[in-house]
């Protein structure tokens, strides 16, 4: 059964995919186009860690899309795009044309030398051509790495050089609300520090004028013009690599999230179809970034995979009036809508008048991704948006799980506010206390693992496998570390408390505090920092520096400013600190570990209950930090 259609089948899938996993996945992929059947279901070994699923196979997962479903629905919509402009007109692109383009594409790649196994740096707006660009990688074999176009020619190019891209895919501009985002400058300044990029292609979207180096960039137009619309996919191995996508950790540098072809392939359509419920002809709206994993798996190829039509926005939620994401709800009468709760608690500040002029009759599922939704913010959505009848499923994930791995399915499973609920099937979490023993019962809370792979697990960083190890399997030998916190409620319902290690999370976007502090340390008078999160109303985490700096002339003013701006200029607009607070001092153990629980009480204007600081370092730096934050003690 690949359609989960009551809580009866949850219980037997569940239970069929934890005492016979290989079964359970084996029935799911024999629904797949492979030009060769595996050997063997499943290997793994989360020490090492190795995983393979579906050993030996081959495939090309966009046959998966294309050749295999083509016959039933060709002439069905695959992407819907509504511009950033709402005056401008939208673009339907069935699956038959996007097949073309995809496959035309893929011959403008190969065109320019880039072959199976090459890596193809995508740094595009939320453009059709951001999903061909996807596709044509997947189809010709190169890995492709998608990189949030709002990160800087730093961050950019620290990607780049990692994985040693060979192509970089740009456009000559981005519309984002009323700003308009010159990405292909910022290529240009990374490819500054690249040597690996031997080929630009550029998209045409903004009409300005931007520089083209001769012999290394192409216009996207000129590349694909006579380019045929016809492509034999090529074959893959199973685990051949499908894309790498960086996200931060907590330590400094970002890391390169590989996730392999078949596995992938197999968790995104399957999470996709029973988390949102997805039936024959609904529209199906995921507002995420295809720079986020959320926008790989829930706009790209989740729902292709399934034959859905998928709406692309390339604007902003308040551009140019608050009531935008209900508008296109109404226009394309939405059936499925997935956003953010950063995004939701936004949009609560406007009140309900934007919300009342559309009809949201249309809805059938709301969703939220990306960081604990509050309560107050679950309730406005489920009532406001969702009309109180519409399940909403809150769904937890990462980068590094591939699809969604606790949730509600849509009308299936229950809801409870706040609370992501169940495991998928094939999805086995266990909470463990900080020796990494197993929390049993219900009512409990600790740190979440999973202790049985899944399809869409990670398999390794780029080019550093003893960083996955380490991130990820060591910290509790023989399980996957999820990096949460969690609660297991009476009903033995997951409640996602929230990051344990020094990961921040902005706005539903990881930022590590080594990689901020990593920036801030850049400037010339900074001597030591330190970054925490603090609550904040919309972005769900707020970043708040803590720096030492040198005796200067400067005022303190200037450098706080000056640390912010470099802070948004070698990682991006994400990362700047809301708050940079120049210190005396950092208070420190005895060992030199600075201690954040302490930073983080100031950061959050809560300085009750510090607990005993006497036997820190430098005590005395305390009372400092608080006073220097206009705070009090008790
Ligand atoms: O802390 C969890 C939080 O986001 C982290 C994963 O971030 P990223 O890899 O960028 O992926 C985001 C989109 C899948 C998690 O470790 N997170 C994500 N979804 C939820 C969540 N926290 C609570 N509830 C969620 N629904």
């Known amino acids: 059964m690949i359609k989960i259609k009551s809580l009866l089948d949850y219980t037997v899938s569940y239970e069929k995919s934890i005492n016979s996993p290989e079964n359970f996945w084996e029935e799911i992929a024999l629904k797949f186009k492979w030009r060769k059947k595996w050997d063997k279901v499943l290997d793994w070994d989360f020490e090492l860690p190795k995983i393979e699923w579906f050993k030996n196979a081959r495939l090309n997962i966009t046959e998966n899309i294309f050749e295999k479903n083509i016959k039933n629905y060709g002439n069905t919509n695959a992407i ?26 893929a011959n403008a790649l190969i065109s320019t030398g880039i072959k199976k196994g090459d890596r193809v740096i995508i740094y595009m707006p939320m453009i059709p051509e951001a999903a061909v660009a996807i596709l044509a990688c997947a189809r010709i074999g190169a890995v492709h790495s998608v990189v949030f176009a709002g990160f800087s020619a730093t961050a950019l190019s620290d990607r780049i050089n990692d994985c040693e891209a060979k192509a970089v895919l740009t456009s000559d501009g981005n519309f984002r609300g009323e700003k308009i985002i010159p990405v292909k400058n910022v290529v240009d300044e990374a490819l500054e520090n690249s040597k690996s990029v031997e080929t630009v292609i550029v998209a045409k979207r903004t009409g300005r004028e931007v520089k083209m180096k001769i012999g290394r960039d192409y216009w996207w137009d000129d590349i694909i013009s006579g380019k045929p619309t016809v492509h034999e996919a090529e074959e893959m191995g199973s685990e051949d690599m499908l894309f ?41 709206w995921c507002t995420a970034d295809i720079g986020w994993i959320t926008g790989h798996s829930y706009i790209i190829y989740g729902p292709l995979l399934s034959g859905a039509t998928s709406v692309m926005f390339e604007g902003v939620p308040t551009y140019p009036h608050p009531g935008r994401f209900w508008e296109i709800i109404e226009k394309y009468k939405i059936n499925q809508f997935y956003t953010a709760p950063t995004a939701i608690r936004a949009l609560q500040v406007y009140g309900t008048e934007p919300i009342e002029k559309y009809k949201l009759d249309s809805l059938k599922v709301i969703g939220s991704v990306g960081e604990p939704i509050n309560e107050e913010a679950w309730h406005w959505y489920h009532e406001n948006i969702g009309k109180g009848n519409c399940p909403l499923v809150d769904t937890w994930w990462q980068t590094e799980t591939g699809g969604i791995m606790i949730s509600p399915l849509a009308s299936i499973t229950p809801n409870k506010p706040a609370h992501a609920s169940l495991p998928l099937p094939g999805i086995q979490p266990i909470i463990v206390d900080s020796e990494g023993k197993e929390i049993h019962g219900n009512n409990v809370e600790g740190n979440l693992c999973i202790k049985f792979p899944w399809p869409s697990i990670l398999r390794t960083t780029y080019g550093d496998h003893k960083r996955c190890k380490e991130t990820y399997f060591s910290t509790y030998p023989g399980m996957y570390f999820t ?58 985490q707020g970043i708040y520096a803590f720096a030492i700096c040198n005796e200067s002339s400067k005022t303190k003013e200037n450098i706080e400013t000056e640390i912010k701006n470099l802070v948004r200029k070698i990682i991006g607009p994400i990362a700047k600190p809301d708050f940079v607070q120049i210190v005396p001092g950092l208070p420190k153990t005895r060992s030199g570990k600075i201690m954040r629980r302490i930073l983080r009480k100031v950061a959050s204007k809560d300085v009750s209950n510090l607990g005993d600081v006497s036997t820190l370092l430098n005590p005395e730096v305390v009372d400092q930090i608080i006073d220097g934050a206009g705070l009090k003690t008790n």
């Not at 392939?265 to 039936?279: C, G, H, K, P, T």
């Open 80 to 105: 819907i795009w509504e511009p950033n402009d709402p005056n401008e007109k939208s673009i339907r692109i069935t699956y038959n044309e996007l097949f073309d383009l995809t496959c035309q594409f």
């Open 244 to 284: 790498i996508l960086y996200t931060s950790g907590s330590t400094g540098k970002p890391k390169g999230v590989v996730h392999s072809i078949a596995g992938y392939m197999i968790y995104a359509y399957y999470s996709f179809l029973n988390v949102f419920q997805y039936e024959n002809n609904d529209i199906y």
């Open 483 to 540: 990096g949460d916190g969690v609660k297991r409620d009476h009903d033995g319902y997951y409640r996602i408390l929230g990051r344990v290690d020094d990961v921040i999370n902005v706005s539903g976007h990881r930022m590590g505090t080594a990689e901020v502090e990593n920036a801030i340390n850049e400037h010339s008078l900074v001597i030591e920092s330190a970054v925490v999160g603090y609550p904040h109303d919309i972005k769900g």
